[in-house]
């Protein structure tokens, strides 16, 4: 059921809910979410034992499946129960797709006496506000347009990393020489699109990604620019296993991690993998911006948005939110999650190399204008339009449409989806 075939369900749904709301246990929160891999699970452990030891019990509802996409239907099938979750972590457009419906929880009062407006990213508010009215709280913010490079399979092949795609590609053979995975990549559609943008990033720079993944300027999406994203893809396909197939991310970190492979392209979640390894970067692995992107970030910020539950459920939700945003608590969390703080006024101390170049390059694009909301990960459109460009970038990376049909397609789904 499409998100907003329920829209009316919905209403009648927070309705139900703040009578269900009023019988559960008042200080307890119900978390809708996917972080389940091992870093995933760690990072959330920080957020559970944070309340557990403020009196609020936490209830889990986890849905494996990285980038949120079976959450969500998990989400919208609650929700048509007529029983939402208490909290929910949400992507970008996702939020404003349910503030729209009426069902979130007004968090102005606690952002107001805690003074987000102050210290949230701009870029952020656009989506933890709907109409004004702060309905989320951030948790951290990730981006996709890394590569995570084996540091022993590196040495053995030079020591240098690569600045551009061509670069890459000859690195990506001295890994293939070594006997190696070269590329470690699961073929589901939001990985496709996780590296899908970051080429396209590399290929036209950012005034590009604007035009083409933000803009959506049908000239961008069918041009020789993209001719070249395409064929990159193309040739990034013969780098990966022939196990790539529906594989989950964390499954592919593994395979660098244990030294199978030699690189992935993945966010900055592939950290708390590493790290959950006792792995350290710098010696174990080395983190640079996805070759040719270095001085632009593609950026997703995790936010648990609070259903309008009402009752006694509220105060819980209020914690939850108030735990959040706590600096120490974004520093807790941010060093075992791999993203970096959804606050501007956090020291950068306690990170790692990655942690704080990821600090340094988000202030650097946040200046440039070079930060721009990840496609695969709902920052740069609703679900309808990401859904229908990653449904071509994946059959093209599958090899079931040719690069000509992709160019041609690419601007018809879009249409087509808006
Ligand atoms: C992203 C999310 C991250 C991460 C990843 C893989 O969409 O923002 O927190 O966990 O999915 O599951």
Redesign the pocket.
């Known amino acids: 059921m499409n998100i907003r075939m329920i829209a009316k369900l919905a209403a009648g749904a927070a309705l139900i809910a703040m009578t269900a709301g009023a019988a559960k246990a008042a200080e307890q929160v119900e978390v809708l979410h ?2 389940t ?1 091992g870093g ?1 699970a760690a990072a959330l452990n920080v957020l559970k034992e944070n309340l557990q030891k403020q009196g609020v019990a936490w209830k889990d509802m986890p849905v494996a499946g ?3 996409s079976a959450a969500m239907t998990a989400l919208r099938a609650r929700v048509t129960a007529g029983d939402p979750p208490t909290a929910v972590q949400l ?1 970008g457009f996702d939020l404003k797709d349910w503030a729209e419906m009426g069902v979130a929880a007004n968090l102005d009062d606690l952002a107001k006496k805690e003074g987000w407006d102050k210290v949230i990213p701009a870029a952020l508010q656009n989506f933890s506000k709907y109409d004004g009215h702060w309905i989320a709280a951030p948790v951290n913010i ?1 981006s996709t347009n890394w590569l995570w490079i084996n540091k022993a399979a590196l040495d053995k092949a030079g020591g240098k990393v690569p600045t551009n795609i061509a670069e890459l590609i000859t690195l990506l053979d001295a890994f293939k020489g070594q006997g190696l995975t070269a590329l470690a990549h699961g073929g589901v559609p939001w990985q496709d699109g996780t590296l899908w943008e970051a080429v396209v990033l590399s290929t036209g720079g950012p005034d590009f990604y604007k035009k083409a993944v933000l803009d959506l300027d049908p000239a961008a999406l069918s041009g020789d620019t993209m001719k070249k994203v395409f064929d990159t893809m193309s040739k990034l396909r013969t780098y990966f296993d022939p196990n790539f197939s529906g594989r989950e ?1 964390n499954l592919s970190t593994a395979l660098v991690i244990e030294g199978k492979a030699g690189a992935q392209e993945m ?1 900055d ?1 592939s950290k708390g993998e590493w790290l959950r390894a006792n792995k350290k970067p710098g010696t174990d692995f080395v983190c640079i911006r996805f070759p040719g992107t270095q001085g632009s970030v593609l950026f ?1 910020a ?1 936010q648990f948005m609070m259903f309008n539950v009402g009752g006694d459920a509220e105060k819980a939700q209020f914690k939850m939110a108030s735990a959040v945003e706590d600096p120490a608590f974004q520093i807790a969390f941010n060093t075992v ?1 791999g ?1 970096v703080p959804a606050r501007t006024d956090v020291s950068n101390e306690k990170f790692d190399d990655c942690g704080k170049k990821g600090m340094a390059d988000l202030t650097e694009a946040s200046s440039k204008g070079t930060l721009m909301g990840s496609l695969a ?1 709902g920052y740069a459109q609703p679900a309808a339009i990401k859904e229908a460009m990653l449904d071509v970038i994946t059959q093209h990376l599958n090899g079931q449409l040719t690069t000509e049909a992709a160019l041609k397609r690419l601007p018809e789904a879009v249409k087509a989806a808006k």
């Open positions: 996917w972080w891999s995933e990285g980038a949120g992507l990730h991310w966010g979640w997703n995790d999650k993203s990960h």
